[in-house]
């Protein structure tokens, strides 16, 4: 008997024909419930009595989340983009949005998981000078499902980023066997004319609001016989986008009277050095966020800080907001 441990658990990520290794801390979590159906039941014996029967014909949307540690190699790249860029297409001349999709297979030691129809709903980015550079990324797919053991081929074409040297069986010597460097930044803000130095840290979250369309029908439900032919979610609505985020500061002598302010249009743009560089060459990371409103109050602990709540007020093309990652 052999047990399935998180830490030695691999995730993969497939999309455009082509699969990515990903390196994620221990924080992996996937999972997919049924929707179950009451209704009352009289008994045989006693019309007036009832008991509670059961149907269950669907799924809800399956759920995942995981953190990623970026690098300077950038070999978890693809995350970034499948979380902040759209995939446009046109149906019979009929342009709609939708996110990229992808699907997501998670490698255990003696079974391999597919998530199918993937999309990134919330992405947050921590500017935090004691911790790793990181992506907290969760998202919703349509189907997940056993696709084999431990030794199932995921499909696509590899790339770089995965080191296999220590694997007991290496299964795919063609993604390479790659450095990867962590790496701890600190931000640099400008939000208009206001000081924004004193930074106690940062973050900025990315927020897609999707809707999943019904998918249950009568015809359908009557031929349910068990979780393989269950109905499972296929198409959703994507609703409004939101960038939005907070900057903690220290309140100091030069920016006391900032504690009560607020704005309700201004520019913004953090930029993210790697600890140790200098402030003005250039960042690994840069954001732009034009305009934004903030909210600013004061927080009273053993050193007096002051938080400001901001919201992008043009969400129409995130991806276009960062505009330095390298």
Known sequence: MSYSFLRESKLYIVHGGTKYRIYTTSAIAINQTFAEDSYSVKTLHDQSKMFEGTSITKANPASFSFNVPLTLEKDESIVVTLATELDT????????????????????????????GAVITSATFDF????????????????????????????????????????????YHELGNRTR????????????????SSILSCNITFQNNIEWTPYETLHESLDVTGPSDAMFPTTYTLGNRIASGEIRQYQTDNNVTQFDDFMTSTNLTIKAFQVGTPSDGTPFFQLDLQPVMFTSRLQVADVYTQSYDFSSLDNRVLEGRITQYS
């Open 89 to 116: 297409s046109s149906d019979s001349g009929i342009t709609t949005q939708q996110l990229k999709s992808f699907d997501i297979y998670i490698q255990t030691g003696s079974s391999t998981y597919k998530l199918a």
């Open 128 to 171: 935090v000078p004691e911790n790793q550079f990181q992506i907290r990324v969760e998202g919703q797919g349509k189907q997940l499902t056993r696709v084999g053991d431990e030794t199932e081929t995921i499909p696509g074409s590899g790339v770089s980023g995965s080191d296999y040297t220590s694997d007991p069986l290496p299964l």
């Open 181 to 196: 460097t962590p790496l701890i930044v600190y931000p640099h803000l400008t939000l208009n004319s206001l000081n924004m």
